[in-house]
């Protein structure tokens, strides 16, 4: 989120100053660094073979246990 810079201007019709006038400055331009010497000369070899890395099988089930109600044979609902 981005604050508003209090500043301080001068209507040049009527002389008027104000002041703490809440101003946005324009975002930056973003910054653009030339390419390293390394990635111009072709240093970095690139393979054409696809790199595949297994991963460990992990069982999706969860072992949980059911509830289920309670029959009594007391006759105390009845």
Known sequence: LRQPTLTTWIDSKDVIAYIDVPAFSP???PVQTPPSLEWMSGS???SSAPSIVPS???SLTV???IATPATTETGIFD
């Open 27 to 29: 975002p930056a331009p």
């Open 44 to 46: 970095f070899l690139i």
């Open 63 to 65: 072992p949980s246990s």
């Open 56 to 58: 460990p099988m992990i």
